[in-house]
């Protein structure tokens, strides 16, 4: 049974885990132990094995986990056995391109439903789904039962977007968009800043030369 409190380290670790391991099963590996795994992704195989014991005793003393068991578990413990449908809010070019590769995932989680404010975007078609406008979110996203939001929309609109997707019953949010947003405590909420994370590595550029 999953512990009351797993740490966010621990969870952001579980998807790193679940792509070698398909990489694993796609050229029919049938076992790994920690160690292979460690070597592979730059872990320690004592944090793995610790990471995964949180969930359940996964794996076999001296022959490793079984790869596709450990997948099957894995996708249980991220919820990606259940069908989890996505609304994106913003379709310009981060937007588009997001709902394109949705098209290659292989997980049950899915974007359903894309919406823009602007009247030139609304109509469009990206990846078989049709840009909608914004005003028809909170219905949308009750008839389709979405858990996530994805925000791509500049700064000043996000906030409005984050308010809306709330409203609407939205667990949790992905916000692409360069703003500190304000949820309530029980929505959880992501950002992914392009900006901030290519100026922390501009940090590091020629620190082996000085």
Do not use: C
């Not at 132990?33 to 990471?51: E, H, M, T, V, W």
């Not at 389709?144 to 500049?154: F, H, K, L, M, S």
């Not at 949010?173 to 703003?179: D, G, H, K, Q, T």
């Amino acid at each position: 049974m999953k512990p009351a409190k797993i740490s966010e380290a621990v969870v952001r670790r579980l998807p790193i885990y679940l792509r070698y391991l398909k990489e694993l099963s796609l050229r029919h590996v049938q076992t790994v132990s920690s160690q292979d795994l460690g070597q592979k992704l730059d872990l320690n195989p004592a944090q793995i094995r610790k990471d995964l014991a949180y969930f359940g005793d996964f794996g076999k003393k001296g022959i490793g986990y079984d790869v596709a068991y450990l997948i099957e578990k894995i996708r249980q413990i991220l919820k990606l056995d259940q069908f989890i449908n996505v609304a994106l809010v913003g379709a310009g070019n981060l937007g588009r391109a997001l709902s394109n590769y949705n098209a290659y995932l292989k997980d049950n989680m899915k974007i359903v439903a894309i919406f823009d404010a602007m009247p030139s975007k609304i109509g469009e078609t990206i990846n078989n789904l049709t840009v909608q406008p914004t005003s028809e979110m909170a219905e949308t996203i009750r008839s389709y039962n979405v858990r996530i939001g994805i925000i791509t929309v500049p700064a000043m609109e996000a906030q409005n977007v984050a308010d809306q997707f709330v409203a609407a019953g939205v667990e949790a949010i992905l916000n692409f968009a360069p703003a500190t947003l304000k949820v309530p405590t029980e929505i959880r909420i992501h950002h992914a800043d392009f900006t901030t994370e290519l100026q922390s590595l501009a940090y590091y550029l020629d620190k082996d030369k000085d």
